[in-house]
């Protein structure tokens, strides 16, 4: 496709990637429809594609070129951050073609192959491939498998060959590790990217140049001078339809296991060798191995979840999670957990990471809150006048940004000292909407660059920590708690703080979904 639609206004920030075919099993699918043809668009608009890009859409429904392309210009009309400009979507469809499959028949991989082969001569291209598995998990195995027979997943000489795997990755350590020597035996793990689209997000990526390009956090990054650190995750939102997989999941599976987890290690992480993906995310594995072990009686201790009953939002009655269609009679899923994290390491040793996520809640939003210790109790912090701590804020989502709370004395002949905010916007400072998670993603795997997704060993951590809860959990859900919907969770969460002289921050965004 042509990429001078429009020139790239940045183009020190982002590489051109070289020509590929990127291959989506799962075409018809809500990944497809709302991310990844969306973000494909976009990256298009700004001229961040390779000039010759092929993009497949493999699915079982029959079904033309021009009938698939109609659908995506609907789709992308709907959840695409910019506007879709005729022309524009006219040169980028043209890359896109659909080949109907059923996933377990050989003969469709043989038939698709035989497609990419004749694309890449007649445009002269070599034969990179990125293949995306936009899927239920439990098509992943006949997929990987016949990639394997159909020596798809084989690099050719004049090529690579990559996956791309959505999440989840296993639901639990045993089938995480399984699931990781299927695609091993597929591909290697140099050519596996996993997905969390938490990573794509443009402030999780600043997480890392706020502590490493500033010299004056650094220092002070630490248990010296960290009381403790919130990570929220709140979410106005229900299971939307998705209660089918949700109500196996659970809060704890479907967003701490991954999403949160990957804020806290870069959050925590000791600064990498260098900016290669290994060096990051070896430095994040170190993290994952140093969280102290919650399981037994200490799950009950440290960690509370909790299921929404019918409430309002926004003045709008909201049913409960029991009554929502698809959730099982009875069910004890969570859908709100909050967690007390220790990491024994020399850096953190003491100081508690409090990590929560929550749907309907009153607001969404997701920060990453360091709250810093009280000066010490003379001078201005005397009875009469308890200090609030600092406070620096890493807002994810939305209003991406970062503030940083002070005391300040207020104007006049009297001493009065007030909470002061310095605030920086992305919206504002930069002038330009940030991209979206799935763009930047699918950029760096056609890029070959790895740094934003998560190892096998990453994600096997990840699940060893997490399946220490679930066990305690599987014995008896006598402590699910219950929190009415548009609240910020159970009174059992704001306890969990008050033991370590601590409480949740209310997060004041605007409601956005
Ligand atoms: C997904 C979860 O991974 O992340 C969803 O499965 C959740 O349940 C979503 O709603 C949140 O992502 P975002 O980008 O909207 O914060």
Known sequence: MNSSLSPNSDPISRIIPEPCSIVIFGATGDLTHRKLIPALYNLAAEGGVPSSLNVVGVARREKSNDAFRDELKISTSKFSRSPVNEEQWKSF????????????????????????????????????????FAV?????????????????????ENGWTRVIIEKPFGVNLETARHLNKLVHDSFPESSTYRIDHYLGKET????????????????????????????????????????????????????????????????????????????????????????????????????????????MIL???????KQETGVAQGSSTETYVALQIAIDNWRWAGVPFFVRAGKRMPHAGTEIAIVFKEVPPVLFNTMGHVLDPNVLVIRIQPDEGISFTMSAKTPGSRLHIEPVKMDFHYGTSFGKPNPEAYERLLLDAMNGDATLFARSDEVEEAWTFIDGIEEAWNISSDDLDFYPGGSWGPESADALLHKNQASWRTLSFKNTK
């Not at 080949?99 to 990179?128: C, M, Q, V, W």
């Not at 239920?136 to 050719?156: G, R, T, Y």
């Open 204 to 311: 999780a990526q600043n997480i890392m140049v706020l502590r490493f390009a500033n010299s004056i956090f650094e220092s002070i990054w630490n248990s010296k001078h960290i009381h403790h650190v919130q990570i929220t995750a709140a979410e106005s939102l229900g299971v939307e339809g998705r209660a089918g997989y949700y109500d196996q999941a659970g809060a704890l599976r479907d967003m701490v296991q991954n999403h949160l987890l990957q804020l806290l290690t870069l959050t925590a992480m000791e600064p990498p060798m260098s900016m290669s993906p290994d060096a990051i995310r070896d430095e994040k594995v170190k993290v994952l191995k140093s969280l102290r072990p919650i399981k037994g009686d200490s799950v009950i201790k440290h960690v509370v979840r909790a299921q929404y009953t019918e409430g």
């Open 93 to 132: 469809s043209h890359s896109i073609s659909y080949h109907r499959a059923e996933f377990h028949s050989f003969d469709g991989y043989l038939e698709l192959a035989k497609k990419l082969t004749e694309y890449e001569s007649t445009h002269n291209i070599p034969a990179n491939r990125l293949f995306y």
């Open 136 to 156: 239920a998990p439990d098509q992943f195995e006949v997929i990987l498998h016949n990639l394997k027979q159909s020596c798809l997943s084989k690099p050719q």
């Open 315 to 321: 003045n709008q009655s909201i049913l409960g999670y």
